[in-house]
């Protein structure tokens, strides 16, 4: 089991930058893959960025690539989203999502995923 909590977001302008963080409590952090999801309202959720255990792989949503940066500290238990020249369309709420699963490297999908955090408001202004 563990246990996720996201902090970091807020209300950002077009072309700004945020970091969101989440922090992870529970059994030892890099035993699992991570991802970030986001979903915007009325939308479903969708993949952001995955990183694997040890950090050494990550994969993006092609709406982020080039923007976004996902990393991990596991000494810190913490998987960061940098997102940078934010766009209005980046306005979501953002879920880091976490595999108990040993045979998944990389998260690509919400199903994937057994441990969810409560999300942090991202909001872009124009």
């Known amino acids: 089991q563990v246990q996720l909590v996201e902090s970091g977001g807020g209300l950002m302008q077009a072309g700004g930058s945020l970091r969101v963080s989440c922090a992870a409590s529970?059994?030892?952090?890099?035993?699992?893959?991570m991802g970030w999801f986001r979903q915007a309202p009325g939308k479903e959720r969708e993949f952001v960025a995955a990183?694997?255990?040890?950090?050494?792989?990550?994969s993006y949503a092609d709406s982020v690539k080039g923007r976004f940066t996902i990393s991990r500290d596991n000494d810190k238990n913490t998987v960061y989203l940098q997102m940078n020249s934010l766009q209005p369309e980046d306005t979501a709420v953002y879920y880091c999502?976490?595999?108990?699963?040993?045979?998944?490297?990389?998260?690509?999908?919400?199903?994937?995923?057994?441990?969810w955090g409560q999300g942090t408001q991202v909001t872009v202004s124009s």
């Open positions: 999502a976490a595999t108990r699963s040993e045979t998944t490297t990389m998260i690509k999908s919400r199903y994937e995923c057994d441990y």
């Open positions: 990183i694997s255990r040890l950090g050494r792989f990550t």
């Open positions: 529970g059994r030892t952090f890099s035993n699992y893959a």
